[in-house]
């Protein structure tokens, strides 16, 4: 088997990289318009999606299932509260405990949409075969879970382990997020 080089690898990988982020884009592109008619952004969609299918959740488990910072996912609550999509509850005993879960007005919202947006989905990656598809996810979990420095695939990522890149870009003191890979 012929050596590859670093040089090549770095080359190799960055090509992939940017085609992963064309590609992602040119999915989101084809989604946004159903997302503008339906007055949601993406977050906004993947929050009542999200408590929709798993129930009620606090607000650091959807940050993590929707890779969003806790800044942005408190403001994207706040505005689906304010909608009256969603109800913040507070955990008796513990006031820093808060679970979202969905109101009737955003479960009717979400249940009406998400088919639609599904089909849409399907649609914009229509160009891979079922099979492809399935290579395609299997891939991605495992560069997901290379990406978040897990080396066994059942393993979760140590939010206090640090970022390997941090030490060579002078920020030590950054440590890893955890986000479901899944």
């Known amino acids: 088997m012929p050596v ?23 999915v989101e592109a084809r989604l946004e318009p159903g997302l503008i008619a339906a007055g949601l ?8 999606e999200a408590l929709l299918h798993k129930g009620p959740l606090n607000q650091r488990e959807l940050g993590r299932k ?5 800044a942005n996912m408190t403001d994207v609550i706040d505005k689906l ?11 008796p005993g513990d006031r ?5 879960e969905l109101t009737a007005a955003g479960r009717d919202k979400i249940a009406t949409l998400f088919p639609r947006h599904a089909a849409a989905i399907a649609a914009a990656m229509a160009g891979l075969s079922r099979e492809e598809l399935a290579t395609l996810e299997t891939l991605l979990r495992k560069l997901g879970r290379s990406a978040a420095g ?11 382990v640090p970022d390997p890149l941090a030490e060579e870009y002078g920020l030590a003191h950054i440590r890893r997020t955890s986000f479901d890979i899944e």
């Open 41 to 48: 952004t993406s977050t906004q969609l993947g929050v009542l």
């Open 150 to 160: 897990m080396a066994d695939p059942t393993e979760a990522a140590d939010p206090g």
């Open 81 to 91: 509260e304010r909608r009256g999509m969603v109800l913040r509850t507070r955990k």
């Open 4 to 26: 590859v080089s670093e040089a090549a690898s770095e080359a190799a990988a960055l090509r992939v990289f940017v085609k992963l982020l064309r590609a992602a884009s040119a």
């Open 66 to 70: 929707l890779l969003s910072s806790p």
């Open 96 to 100: 820093r405990a808060v679970r979202v």
